[in-house]
């Protein structure tokens, strides 16, 4: 079992859409969420972070974070074609021990 | 506040070469990690130092790279010699410190025929 584990997609949502993005982690100590917006051919930027259960919102953006279940969410309201993009999920789970998961690459249709 | 430097930005070396990246991370974070990103995946952590002592190297394939960071500042990661499995974008990133949001350099495309 992968540490932590995307759906590779491609997710295509109509423009306007909510478009919800899913990440599963193994390790149940694991403290500290994150997820990660690449565009093609650049580097990771932070879109969310989330250290406890419950949901963040960020305006668009809303992660949900499930401990129990063991799952991190990421809603985007009102998708917009620059929205596209590879979304990677991060979970730190101790000291030192930061992971990524392959990614969901969204299209958000026009 | 200026971001994190790489350099280069594009290599293309044949394979046996050996490579050297360069990576200057956000003043005063002392956290700085090296991945390596391949086509379709997502990053893999490499080394991560904590100032200039390495806290986790346990994916480095040691027999053929090589990192440091002295005076716990910037960094060089080494491959010698490269092989054509090596292909791939090497992203340095920086963080204030463990637990979160890591800062990513704009990352060097290597090619190794």
């Known amino acids: 079992q992968k540490e932590v584990e995307q759906n590779s997609g491609p997710l295509s949502v109509p423009e306007g859409a909510i478009a919800s993005l899913n990440c599963t982690y193994s390790d149940r100590g694991s403290q500290s969420f994150f997820w990660y917006r690449q565009y093609s051919g650049k580097s990771p930027e932070l879109i969310m972070s989330i250290y406890s259960n419950g949901d963040k919102e960020d305006g668009r953006f809303t992660a949900q974070l499930n401990k129990a279940s063991q799952y991190v969410s990421l809603l985007i309201r009102d998708s917009q074609p620059s929205d596209s993009a590879t979304y990677l999920c991060?979970?730190?789970?101790?000291?030192?021990?930061?992971?990524f998961g392959t990614g969901t690459r969204l299209k958000v249709l026009a | 506040e200026a971001g994190v430097a790489q350099s280069p930005r594009y290599k293309i070396i044949e394979k046996r070469q050996s490579v050297a990246f360069w990576c200057n991370p956000i003043?005063?974070?002392?956290?700085l990690y090296w991945y390596q990103q391949i086509l379709g995946q997502g990053p893999k952590l490499l080394i991560q130092f904590q100032n200039n002592g390495v806290v986790d190297d346990s994916q480095l394939p040691k027999d053929r790279f090589s990192a440091e960071r002295l005076k716990g500042v910037d960094s060089t990661l080494k491959i010698q010699p490269a092989k054509l499995e090596d292909s791939a974008v090497y992203l340095c990133a920086s963080s204030f410190g463990d637990q979160v949001q890591q800062f990513f350099g704009p990352g060097t495309r290597l090619t190794v025929l």
């Open positions: 991060a979970v730190n789970s101790g000291t030192y021990k930061y992971i």
């Open positions: 003043s005063g974070h002392a956290t």
